[in-house]
Nanobody, 122 residues
Framework: QVQLVESGGGLVQPGGSLRLSCAGS????????IGWFRQAPGKEREAVSC??????STKYVDSVKGRFTISGGKNMVYLQMNNLEPEDTGVYYC?????????????????WGQGTQVTVSS
């Protein structure tokens, strides 16, 4: 069974940076997609970014392009977040599913971590 554990959240001022980590275990196949999602209070969980462990290809939601960078492989995936904005506040989750390509569609993902809180505020 795939297990995912997020870390690295915290409180940061607008314009600051954080790096989130997602430690994965229990993978039995070679090809997975690992994604980062976030959920702000009162809002639905939304996709942020994903990476394919097969070829390293990545995708980003428009609101974070140029500010966030996803990297890593099955056992550890990072989300480097720069120039953070108050709108980036929320609980950040990593998730995974078996597959070659990664997609920013929540329903694709089978396994989820517990989340880590990110708060951007002055």
């Amino acid at each position: 069974q795939v297990q995912l554990v997020e870390s690295g959240g915290g409180l940061v001022q607008p314009g600051g940076s954080l790096r989130l980590s997602c430690a994965g275990s229990g993978f039995t196949l070679d090809s997975y997609a690992i994604g980062w999602f976030r959920q702000a209070p009162g809002k639905e969980r939304e996709a942020v970014s994903c990476i394919s462990t097969s070829d390293g290809s990545t995708k980003y939601v428009d609101s974070v392009k140029g500010r966030f960078t996803i990297s890593g492989g099955k056992n550890m995936v990072y989300l480097q977040m720069n120039n953070l904005e108050p709108e980036d506040t929320g609980v950040y989750y990593c998730a995974a599913y078996e597959g070659y390509d990664c997609y920013l569609r929540r329903y694709e993902y089978d396994d989820w971590g517990q989340g880590t809180q990110v708060t951007v505020s002055s």
